[in-house]
């Protein structure tokens, strides 16, 4: 796949390695069941393959943010992610999406920036999260784009991590937040940036 490289990046340049903050604290009440725990494949379940991608990437810490029922679960998968993985369980994940946010940007030891990756979408991979770090100083956070639409995951800079850790409310909205802040749209041939798995129909078919 064919990505664009930023000018800023120079041959040679010794890659940074930024955190990466998994969201999955949702009900998932379109699904029915813990979506962290739907099947990747034969070998893993979303969150086991998201948590490897990071891991092979070189995150410099993951802090996965979940609910109580799944907690049980996810403490039985700790010990096989070797490296600096943090699991963090949100205690009122029906205040919405940017608790989950805030609270795991509380909890990261490192600030220079970090990856915000869905759980309903498993299909990053290391070669995206690579660009999209050679891109990191062209604005204040990086998205990807497939065909001009946006996706996921996004790579957020030091400055917006410190602003929505220094906040002491969770009566935001990610995307409204993120509006006061550059961005820089990072287009890519991968399509499966645009995944958002929400019921077992959408299941079914990005699986296929």
Not at 50 to 73: C, H, K, M
Not at 190 to 208: A, D, G, R, V
């Amino acid at each position: 796949m064919n990505f664009i490289m930023s000018k800023r990046h120079q041959i040679g340049q010794r890659p940074r390695k930024y955190s990466t903050l998994i969201l999955a604290a949702g009900q998932s009440s379109r699904m029915k069941q813990s979506k962290l725990q739907l099947a990747y494949d034969t070998q893993y379940s979303f969150i086991e393959q998201l948590v490897n991608t990071y891991l092979a990437y070189g995150s410099r810490e993951i802090v996965v943010v979940a609910s109580q029922p799944d907690e049980a679960y996810l403490l039985s998968k700790e010990r096989c992610f070797a490296g600096p993985f943090h699991l963090i369980i949100n205690p009122s994940p029906e205040k919405g999406r940017f608790s989950s946010v805030r609270l795991g940007m509380q909890q990261l030891k490192s600030v220079s920036g970090v990856f915000l990756q869905n759980i309903d979408n498993p299909f990053t991979q290391v070669s995206l999260l690579t660009s999209l770090g050679q891109n990191a100083l062209e604005a204040d956070y990086v998205s990807p784009t497939y065909n001009g639409r946006s996706g996921h995951p996004a790579l957020l800079s030091k400055r917006i991590v410190g602003d929505i850790r220094a906040l002491s409310s969770d009566a935001h909205h990610l995307r409204e937040f993120l509006q006061t802040y550059s961005r820089f749209r990072l287009e890519t041939e991968h399509k499966h940036i645009l995944s958002n798995i929400n019921t077992p129909e959408e299941y079914q078919k990005n699986m296929e």
